[in-house]
């Protein structure tokens, strides 16, 4: 595992950019995340693409998870955030582009249906964000290593944390998520984990600077994999 520590979320991100692009090519699948970690990658991406220097014709992309409850038109759900941050500026092939779609009238069929793409496919670079309680996607502490595509309650520190997306209103936050399990996030070839400002500080730690892998603390398990590069603004450094 590679752990690089920067000033600022722009400075890691523009350095994680140079990191997938030195692990992808033209014809590569992404593992995509949402939130506010990954946005400035995303214009890293978006930036050099306009500048002609990276095409996204036939790059397939899987994201990781959705809100359970909210439809395409809300303005927070996880597939109006990736047109809007990414997949609307760059010139990937929105057919290409999948996310698992959590407002299915039959949610047990839509579930299979993504873990069958996910297991016809092989993810060349995850990208990750961290939940202060150490989740990854939406897998929640508690959730089996070995889980593939579920639904997930999210926990109430979640809720929480992600309610200043939604008017600073846990009532207005979904309760449930579909999310990749940790088994199809840990089947990508090279996984990059971002994590910014000082509430994703003990997960940090957790992962960076202990032994621990276990299954209360999702990211941990990511000591299990070949290659993970994470990088950390300096408030998410364990360190201080
Ligand atoms: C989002 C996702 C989550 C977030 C995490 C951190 O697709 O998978 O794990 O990465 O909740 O959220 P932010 O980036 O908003 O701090």
Redesign the pocket.
């Known amino acids: 595992m590679k752990y690089l520590v920067f000033e600022t979320k722009k400075e890691a991100s523009k350095e994680a950019y140079k990191i997938l692009k030195s692990l992808i090519d033209e014809n590569s699948t992404l593992g995509l ?6 946005t400035d990658l995303y214009e890293e991406m978006i930036k050099d693409h306009k500048e002609g220097n990276f095409s996204y014709k036939n790059i397939k992309s899987y ?3 959705e809100y359970v409850g909210i439809s395409y038109d809300h303005p927070e759900s ?1 597939h109006k955030f990736m047109d809007v941050n990414l997949f609307d500026h760059i010139d990937i092939d929105k057919n290409n582009t999948h996310i698992p779609d959590a407002s299915a009238e039959n949610l047990d069929q839509a579930l299979e249906n993504y873990q069958n793409e996910l297991n016809n496919t092989i993810i060349d670079v995850q990208i ?4 202060g309680n150490g ?4 897998n929640e502490p508690g959730t089996p290593f070995n889980s593939g595509v579920h639904v997930i309650d999210l926990k109430e520190e ?1 809720i929480k ?2 309610s200043r ?1 939604f008017n600073n209103d846990v009532n207005l936050v979904p309760k449930q998520a579909v ?1 990749m399990g940790i088994n199809d996030i840990m089947k990508a070839k090279h996984i990059i984990l971002l994590a ?2 000082k ?2 500080q003990t997960a940090i730690k957790n992962l960076i600077d202990s032994d621990i892998v276990d299954e209360s603390i999702p990211c941990t398990v990511l000591k299990k994999h070949p290659s993970v590069y994470v990088l950390v603004d300096k408030e998410a450094d364990f360190r201080n």
């Open positions: 995340a949402t939130g506010s970690t990954p994201n990781l998870d996880y990750l964000g961290l939940g989740h990854i996607g939406f979640t944390a992600n997306f999310t910014f400002g509430e994703k």
